[in-house]
């Protein structure tokens, strides 16, 4: 049980161009799910906190209108790189959570931007 | 500062022995704490929690000891195997309100046949 899914697993976008990606709770819903990013031989960075129905809770440093998050129902949330350029390109995690501590991880999704 | 951090050199040992790996923290005061284990280009998966107030956990071959007073928790992996070789992450969540995980950089094991 607990699986998370995302989509898509990799992209390669033109810079300016905008990206969305996908995370789903697959088999229990999420009251929050959370979205990471992580550059090679880094750690996980918190991007964002999302609870459904509620705007997400962005990290400092983190530009809201760039990185934009729309938690729609309790087993799905989307992140959209907007306007996205080469430095924006990263390895973007999800996670999601019902009650109890336990974060369960996405594949992830890989972002090139040329 | 806070700072959260594991071995940064990877940790080469032989199948069969028990491989040990290192968490350290500071200026933190964790709730408790997390370790993970990560593929290359995968998700993480989680593998144990270990609170406060708990000196150790343990699941199957893997064990986890949590000092507050060092403020360091410790991974081991016993009888370790070819398959146990990936970068395992600890996590330490802080009750700030809500509770926020923050990430330790992750240290590479590699499981000699």
């Known amino acids: 049980g607990a699986v998370v899914s995302q989509h898509p697993s990799w992209v390669i976008c033109k810079s300016g161009t905008s990206v969305k990606i996908e995370c789903r709770s697959l088999?229990?819903?999420?009251?929050?799910m959370f979205w990471y990013r992580q550059f090679p031989k880094q750690s996980l960075m918190l991007m964002a906190t999302s609870n459904e129905g509620s705007k997400a809770t962005y990290e400092q440093g983190v530009e809201k209108d760039k990185f934009l998050i729309n938690h729609a129902s309790l087993t799905l949330s989307t992140l959209t790189v907007t306007s996205a350029h080469p430095e924006d390109s990263s390895f973007y995690i999800c996670s999601a959570k019902f009650l109890g501590e336990t974060q369960y991880f996405g594949p992830g999704t890989r972002l090139l931007v040329l | 500062s806070q700072k959260i951090e594991q071995n940064s050199e990877a940790l080469n040992i032989q199948e069969g022995k028990t491989a040990t790996l290192t968490c350290n923290y500071t200026?933190?005061?964790?709730?408790?704490l997390q370790w993970y284990r990560q593929d290359p280009g995968r998700g993480p998966v989680f593998l144990l929690l270990i609170r406060e107030n708990e000196k150790e956990k343990r699941k199957e071959r893997l064990k986890v000891t949590f000092d507050t007073t060092l403020k360091q928790s410790l991974f081991h992996i016993t009888a370790s195997q070819p398959a146990d070789s990936a970068t395992y992450l600890c996590?330490?969540?802080?009750?700030?309100?809500?509770?926020?995980?923050?990430f330790g950089a992750g240290t590479r094991l590699f499981v000699k046949a």
């Open positions: 996590a330490l969540v802080e009750d700030t309100g809500g509770f926020k995980t923050i």
């Open positions: 088999d229990f819903q999420a009251t929050t």
């Open positions: 200026n933190y005061s964790p709730a408790y």
